[in-house]
Nanobody
């Protein structure tokens, strides 16, 4: 069992930066792939970024590629999503997720956090 708690969201102006954190509890955290997803009002949840269990492989949605970095700190049981050059269209609730497999679809992840709101003003 893995419990996930996101933090770091907030209100930021376009062009600004935020670093989201996802703190995990559970003895097997280090063996899970981790992903970030987001859901804007009236839209379906979409993939943002993923990192494999070792941290050696990452993958990004085209919408955030070059502006975002996913990383993990195993001793701290934490995954981060650094987002730069934020745009109003990045506004959404951001969720972190843990799963046995490294992938881009929500169905591949077994555990989810409660989400953190990111709002980017123009």
């Amino acid at each position: 069992q893995v419990q996930l708690v996101e933090s770091g969201g907030g209100l930021v102006q376009a062009g600004g930066s935020l670093r989201l954190s996802c703190a995990a509890s559970g003895r097997t955290f280090s063996s899970y792939a981790m992903g970030w997803f987001r859901q804007a009002p009236g839209k379906e949840r979409e993939f943002v970024a993923a990192i494999n269990w070792s941290g050696g492989s990452t993958y990004y949605a085209d919408s955030v590629k070059g502006r975002s970095t996913i990383s993990r700190d195993k001793p701290k049981n934490t995954v981060y999503l650094q987002m730069n050059s934020l745009k109003p269209e990045d506004t959404a609730v951001y969720y972190c997720a843990a799963g046995a497999f490294f992938g881009v679809t929500s169905e591949m992840y077994d555990y989810w956090g409660q989400g953190t709101q990111v709002t980017v003003s123009s």
